[in-house]
């Protein structure tokens, strides 16, 4: 069984809170669509992250004194989160937590009157579900014992070869006006039954239960998960990325407690408008009211015609008045490598489609490397981060001033965070599918502009320090991608190399046969390597170098 790596070494921990301060806890949901991903960023604008949106409002409510190179000014603030996402994907229930002033809470009326001045100062693709008061001790990251993601996969992608919603209604064309009929009953979703009649469901019955049959014999559990993190350079390419994972490392090691497809399909409205695409909106009419910046007109012209071009990609010729039918892929753990669900679904959705069963072994093998292909990032949210022993900790002290943070997020935050996901996060995912949504270098453009008309100390103020700065390079209007990122990701699969290598690590206890006759210890392994080594040489008649690995590439017809 692989070792789990302890994180005790280095957990950096106050005893309690600053003098005169107190931490509080910001329960966050928001859609990822038009941001750079959760965390600050050193070479971006403040209001490019999730993070940077939330600082600015902070400040302008007062609850923070100023902002100093797209940070909270001070040392005694402390700022984290719980759970990081990267660019484009979302969160219902995140934790962001900073010391602040005890007098500042105080003066702007306690935690529930700071969570609405916030809500209204922030933009409606952010939202403030609670502010909590914790104890000064509190480590956001390290506290939390559990994150579960969801990762919303529509249907045509369990279907081959269907890359988009034209070709799934081409092969079920009976499909239309089962929707249909759902939407006239007001249901929301279709249970999967195994006395299940219609085709369509039928198929997608067989796939869920295949894909279960998957999770559950190699994700659910301890693994090692070197494979379903970032890529070793290819051939030709310089440098060593920091965050790829070593086989024989500890930090490969995750536990995944529960990773599965709900037996039912969610039918989402295809007419609606996500809050990402809303928000461009408004900033275009922003725009178009000010003319007092000089490069407005043209920066105008460009972001109308990345509009309109939005628009006239999405028109298709398949059924409009029916929802959309999609699966919600679930994973919970205490923890995940960058880069770790995306992969695990990526390569599920592989193998659905026709890529061979054995590279999920492959792929969880030590002494592999595989290349899994990466899914989408649109399509994947943190749906909730729970913080037990933390919850332990309140409820032994009976503390009145603290309370655990499980009961806080009961009834209305559980409420409005079941309602954000459903109406917010759906609609941005499904404005993603149908390519509704403008890239992301546009919609920050857009953001930009109007923010120098709504915000313009944002230059010359809070983000001074960027012209200063080398990689700093301002963001443009890009060209609209001429599909999804769902369906590039689908065709990419076509021609997907998984490059697998072979990786000879001692420092494995047992590794898998490369034939798949069984398992070997690490010293069987190494004699065995030795011997075909002595027997090349033997026939070759010139010595060979010990090498640590030798690579394959296996291509997988899809």
């Not at 007109?297 to 006239?312: I, K």
């Not at 935050?413 to 599918?433: K, N, P, Q």
């Not at 230059?459 to 991608?481: G, I, R, S, T």
Request: contains cysteine; aromatic residues 8%.
């Amino acid at each position: 069984m692989p070792r789990r790596k302890c994180f005790e070494g280095r957990r950096i921990c106050l005893r309690k809170a600053p003098k005169d301060h107190t931490l509080l806890g910001l329960c966050v949901m928001y859609c990822g669509t038009g941001y750079r991903g959760l965390q600050l960023q050193t070479h971006a604008p403040t209001h490019h992250t999730v993070e940077g949106v939330l600082i600015q409002a902070m400040k302008d409510v007062g609850l923070i004194e100023a902002i100093e190179r797209g940070r909270v000014k001070g040392d005694m603030h402390h700022f984290a989160r719980s759970c990081r996402t990267d660019r484009a994907v979302h969160a219902v229930r995140n934790l962001i937590c900073l010391f602040v002033f005890t007098e500042r809470i105080e003066a702007l009326g306690g935690c529930e009157k700071i969570k609405e001045m916030l809500n209204t100062t922030l933009p409606l693709t952010i939202r403030i579900a609670r502010v909590t008061p914790l104890m000064g001790n509190f480590i956001p990251r390290f506290s939390c014992n559990r994150r579960v993601y969801h990762y919303l996969i529509p249907a045509y992608a369990f279907v081959a070869p269907c890359d988009y919603w034209k070709g799934f209604y081409e092969k079920f064309p009976q499909a239309a006006e089962l929707l249909r009929r759902c939407c006239a009953e007001a249901r929301s979703f279709l249970d999967l039954s195994p006395a299940e009649s219609d085709p369509l469901l039928a198929a997608l019955l067989t796939a869920v239960t295949r894909a279960n049959d998957f999770l559950l014999r190699y994700v659910v559990g301890t693994h090692r998960f070197h494979s379903f993190s970032v890529d070793l350079p290819q051939r030709g390419v310089s440098g060593w990325n920091r965050k790829i994972i070593v086989p024989s490392s500890n930090e490969a090691v995750r536990s995944v407690y529960r990773c599965e497809i709900a037996p039912r399909v969610f039918l989402l409205p295809r007419n609606t408008t996500g809050l990402t695409r809303a928000e461009f909106q408004a900033a275009l009419q922003i725009l178009g009211k000010d003319s007092s910046l000089a490069s407005s007109s043209v920066l105008l012209s460009s972001l109308l015609e990345a509009a309109a071009t939005a628009e006239r990609s999405s028109v298709d010729d398949f059924p409009s008045d029916a929802p959309l039918p999609f699966l919600v892929f679930q994973i919970e753990g205490n923890s995940f490598l960058f880069n770790m669900i995306r992969k695990i679904v990526g390569t599920l959705i592989a193998v659905l489609r026709g890529a061979r069963e054995t590279l999920f072994a492959e792929a969880l093998s030590p002494d592999r490397r595989v290349v899994c292909p990466l899914a989408p990032g649109p399509y994947l949210y943190l749906f909730l981060s729970t913080y037990r022993r933390y919850d332990t900790v309140v409820r032994g002290s009976r503390s009145v001033r603290f309370r655990p943070i499980a009961h806080e997020w009961r009834g209305e935050v559980t409420e409005a965070a079941a309602t954000f996901a459903r109406s917010s996060v759906a609609a941005d995912v499904v404005d993603l599918d149908l390519n509704r949504t403008p890239a992301i270098g546009t919609l920050l453009a857009a953001r930009d502009a109007a923010r120098r008309v709504t915000r313009p100390c944002w230059e010359e103020e809070e983000d001074c320090h960027l012209l200063a700065l080398k990689d700093y390079h301002p963001v443009a209007v890009e060209p609209h991608p001429p599909f999804s990122e769902m369906t590039m990701f689908l065709r990419s699969l076509r021609v997907h190399n998984w490059s697998i290598e072979v990786v000879k690590s001692p420092a494995c206890a047992s590794v898998v046969s490369p034939k798949g006759g069984g398992h070997l210890t690490s010293n069987e392994n190494d004699d065995k390597m030795n011997k075909n080594t002595q027997a090349k040489e033997a026939r070759t008649g010139r010595r060979l170098g010990s090498r640590g690995r030798t690579t394959t590439e296996d291509k997988a017809i899809l």
